[in-house]
């Protein structure tokens, strides 16, 4: 009872403690996060409360005369781990687990201390894969081809998508277009593009991974195919939109797609430079 009612005393004293600057935690869902609050020199804590704020306040750990509790009715219940350095370990963290965490911390005086964590929460990128669409234009005969590079992950938050050639300091404008911020590269390529390579890079806070395919090979690989040959708006009215909003669809449905001889072929490590070396 008297626990409780300090409990009750010392939130209500937080809202009038002036926080402290406050930190910001990166967390991986699945993995767990340690939350570390510093305590000032010659600050000997008697109690301290964790609590996590946003959006909806609960009551996460605390520590009273030496001993912690954790089984609080908040979202991190059973989860949750509160060191003897009034460490805050969270396990297995989720996507919904980012906001803001504040410890309090009462010393053997009464001095009250707080601070504030930030935690944001990124899932790890992977299943990254590139789609190809082929375009034989009016410039076919010459021996060009138009390709749509289209980049996605099926899981990942916060994923940023780049291009680049292997041996070019940069995309030469005019041969290459991007749309869909970045995740669709459209590249004019000719006789003279027959091995190069293109690695789509997808990143994000806590991860990176990329995919390098040869384009030229996706040209005349269906040559003569009817059914392959694509218009132009085709592509930017159907294929496209449909390769980037649903591009966790496509790639679950990978392994079908390389079973039947599809309108479209899906890039894989398979096609990559590394396993076909572009002579110099
Ligand atoms: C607190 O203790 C835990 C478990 O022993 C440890 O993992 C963590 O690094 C410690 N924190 C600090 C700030 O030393
Ligand atoms: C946590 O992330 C979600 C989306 O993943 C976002 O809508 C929300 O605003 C974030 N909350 C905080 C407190 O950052
Ligand atoms: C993810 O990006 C969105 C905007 O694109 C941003 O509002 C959000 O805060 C970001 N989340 C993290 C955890 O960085
Ligand atoms: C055909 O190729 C030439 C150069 O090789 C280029 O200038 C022209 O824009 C291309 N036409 C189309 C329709 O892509």
Redesign the pocket.
Same mark, same amino acid.
């Given at each position: 009872m008297a626990a409780w009612l300090l409990l009750t005393l010392l939130l209500y004293q937080a809202l009038l403690a002036a926080a402290h600057g406050s930190v910001q935690v990166t967390g991986i869902v699945g993995k767990p996060v340690l939350l570390h609050v510093d305590v000032p020199p010659g600050f000997e804590v008697r109690d301290a409360i964790w609590r996590y704020l946003s959006p909806k306040e609960e009551l996460v750990a605390t520590f009273f005369r030496g001993s912690s509790e954790t089984l609080y009715q908040s979202r991190f219940h059973g989860r949750s781990r509160l060191h003897k350095n009034l460490t805050l370990e969270i396990g297995q963290v989720e996507l919904g687990d980012n906001g803001t965490f504040s410890a309090l911390l009462v010393n053997t005086r009464g001095h009250i201390e707080t601070r504030t964590l930030h935690l944001a929460v990124y899932e790890v990128v992977s299943q990254l894969a590139v789609q190809v669409f082929t375009s034989t #234009? +009016?410039?076919s005969s *010459?021996g *060009?081809c138009?390709v749509f590079l289209t980049c996605g992950a099926s899981k990942g938050t916060n994923v940023t998508y780049s291009w680049r050639r292997a041996e070019a300091a940069q995309l030469h404008a005019g041969t290459h277009s991007f749309f869909e911020a970045g995740q669709v590269l459209r590249v +004019?390529l #000719?006789p003279g593009d027959r091995t190069a390579c293109y690695t789509c890079t997808a990143v994000n806070t806590v991860s990176q991974v990329s995919v390098t395919i040869v384009p030229w090979k996706h040209c005349h690989k269906e040559e003569g195919v009817a059914a392959s040959k694509y218009d132009y708006r085709d592509i930017l009215l159907i294929a496209l939109p449909l390769a980037v909003l649903a591009i966790s669809m496509v790639t679950m449905g990978i392994l079908h797609s390389w079973k039947r001889s599809g309108k479209h072929r899906i890039a894989s490590l398979a096609d990559a430079c590394e396993a076909e070396p572009v002579p110099v």
């Amino acid at each position: 009872m008297a626990a409780w009612l300090l409990l009750t005393l010392l939130l209500y004293q937080a809202l009038l403690a002036a926080a402290h600057g406050s930190v910001q935690v990166t967390g991986i869902v699945g993995k767990p996060v340690l939350l570390h609050v510093d305590v000032p020199p010659g600050f000997e804590v008697r109690d301290a409360i964790w609590r996590y704020l946003s959006p909806k306040e609960e009551l996460v750990a605390t520590f009273f005369r030496g001993s912690s509790e954790t089984l609080y009715q908040s979202r991190f219940h059973g989860r949750s781990r509160l060191h003897k350095n009034l460490t805050l370990e969270i396990g297995q963290v989720e996507l919904g687990d980012n906001g803001t965490f504040s410890a309090l911390l009462v010393n053997t005086r009464g001095h009250i201390e707080t601070r504030t964590l930030h935690l944001a929460v990124y899932e790890v990128v992977s299943q990254l894969a590139v789609q190809v669409f082929t375009s034989t #234009g +009016q410039n076919s005969s *010459a021996g *060009a081809c138009e390709v749509f590079l289209t980049c996605g992950a099926s899981k990942g938050t916060n994923v940023t998508y780049s291009w680049r050639r292997a041996e070019a300091a940069q995309l030469h404008a005019g041969t290459h277009s991007f749309f869909e911020a970045g995740q669709v590269l459209r590249v +004019q390529l #000719g006789p003279g593009d027959r091995t190069a390579c293109y690695t789509c890079t997808a990143v994000n806070t806590v991860s990176q991974v990329s995919v390098t395919i040869v384009p030229w090979k996706h040209c005349h690989k269906e040559e003569g195919v009817a059914a392959s040959k694509y218009d132009y708006r085709d592509i930017l009215l159907i294929a496209l939109p449909l390769a980037v909003l649903a591009i966790s669809m496509v790639t679950m449905g990978i392994l079908h797609s390389w079973k039947r001889s599809g309108k479209h072929r899906i890039a894989s490590l398979a096609d990559a430079c590394e396993a076909e070396p572009v002579p110099v």
